[in-house]
């Protein structure tokens, strides 16, 4: 079973791009708390949160490409109301 996403199982859980969206923000408070530190530590901790935070955004991108051609072609997911799920199996 899954913690996070939804499955059969876990009907609670979350799309995967909402999880991502989720982090990405959490991460840009965090950025904003340590913006003014220009100690040589915090400048290498933002470069490298600047970086996770690009490779995020992209993966944001991919998973909104996936829910959307699983929506194109299959309509929306019902698993979460005891549905199959459109792809895979149950």
Do not use: W
């Not at 499955?7 to 991460?27: P, Q, S, V």
């Amino acid at each position: 079973m899954t913690k996070f996403l939804i499955t059969d199982e876990n009907t609670e859980g979350y799309k995967l791009e909402d999880i991502l969206l989720a982090i990405r923000r959490d991460m840009l408070e965090r950025c904003g708390k340590v913006v003014d530190d220009h100690r040589g530590e915090a400048l290498h901790v933002m470069d490298n949160n600047m970086k996770i935070l690009a490779l995020l955004s992209e993966a944001i991108g991919i998973a909104t490409d996936s829910t959307a051609v699983l929506n194109r072609a299959f309509g929306p997911s019902t698993s979460a109301d005891g549905g199959e799920p459109r792809i895979g199996v149950s």
